[in-house]
């Protein structure tokens, strides 16, 4: 013996269609205004960072500090090497932009060698101590 419940009494065909595609009409504006709402949340989360952050300025002639681990890349040397070499003078600076390259001269004792060596401007350091 089967006892239909409640739901399936008062199901109507007609009026749950009707009901579905006003769903279905709601959907487009949830849509949007989810959308918008993220739109603002990452709005905010991008003027706070950009209040934080400070630009790195590196122009030509500037003493810079590199990354050691660029030129050790077999990690050789062990922990209690130094993170930083150099220092280089920035010679020129070819590109503007997010991923900048930059050419500089190795700088032994302050006397300039001939090397030149381009260098992404993420893995340098311009430290007031290199002036």
């Given at each position: 013996m089967v006892y239909p419940t409640l739901r399936v009494e008062s199901y109507e065909e007609s009026v749950?269609?009707?009901r579905l595609r006003e769903n279905l009409d709601l959907l487009e504006e949830r849509r949007a205004e989810a959308h918008l709402q993220t739109l603002t949340?990452?709005?905010?989360?991008?003027?706070l960072y950009d209040r934080k952050v400070r630009p790195r300025r590196i122009?030509?002639?500037d003493l810079v500090l590199r990354r050691a681990e660029v030129s050790d890349l077999?990690?050789?040397?062990?922990k209690l090497a130094p993170n930083w070499e150099g220092p280089y003078?920035?010679?020129s600076i070819p590109r503007e932009g997010p991923y900048r390259k930059?050419?500089?001269k190795n700088v032994a004792h302050l006397k300039f060698?001939?090397?030149l060596r381009?260098?992404?401007?993420s893995r340098l350091n311009k430290k007031d101590y290199c002036h």
């Open positions: 749950s269609d009707d949340y990452k709005k905010v989360v991008a003027r122009q030509t002639g077999t990690r050789s040397r062990g003078r920035i010679a930059v050419v500089a060698t001939k090397v381009v260098m992404n401007h």
